[in-house]
């Protein structure tokens, strides 16, 4: 009976605590991206804001520390949203436009790989065409290229 008891608290709070996790992550991530939209003349919206990320990160911390010490953890229904900013990428749920920081961001770089790289013409800088290589750089650089094929033959057969 201790056994099968252990077993259901192990897998109650292994299963509910990652649900936790990942919904006190994404509601975090929605609160904030709402706060950084907030002008300060919403100073008192904004102070209630920041009471809800830090008891969503309360939770979070909670919620994964969770299967260790056995303990449930819920996600109240104040930190439950229908809709989260379009840069998340859920398709099952609603979302809404996000014009915060993070929004811009997003749309910056779909927006870039949606467009088709310019095409990249390899070529010599002019700077390598104007004068030749004098003889001598190429006599000394031509004997240690030399020297060091046979030091790396030698370290090849001393393998």
Not at 129 to 141: G, I, T, Y
Request: glycine fraction near 4%.
């Amino acid at each position: 009976m201790l056994e099968e008891k252990l077993f259901r608290m192990f897998l109650e709070a292994r299963f509910n605590s990652s649900n936790v996790v990942g919904a006190a992550a994404d509601s975090w991530l929605t609160i904030m991206d709402r706060y950084l939209t907030l002008g300060d003349e919403r100073a008192k919206e904004k102070a209630g804001m920041k009471r809800q990320i830090l008891k969503a990160i309360d939770i979070y911390y909670d919620a994964l520390d969770a299967p260790k010490n056995g303990a449930k953890v819920y996600l109240p229904l104040d930190l439950k949203f229908e809709s989260f900013p379009h840069y998340m990428e859920y398709k099952h749920k609603k979302s809404f436009n996000s014009t915060s920081i993070l929004g811009l961001i997003y749309d910056t770089v779909v927006s870039q790989n949606e467009e088709e790289p310019p095409p990249c013409e390899i070529k010599k800088l002019p700077c390598f065409e104007d004068e030749l290589v004098p003889e001598s750089h190429m006599e000394k650089w031509g004997g240690w290229y030399e020297n060091y094929k046979d030091e790396m033959e030698q370290a090849m057969k001393n393998r």
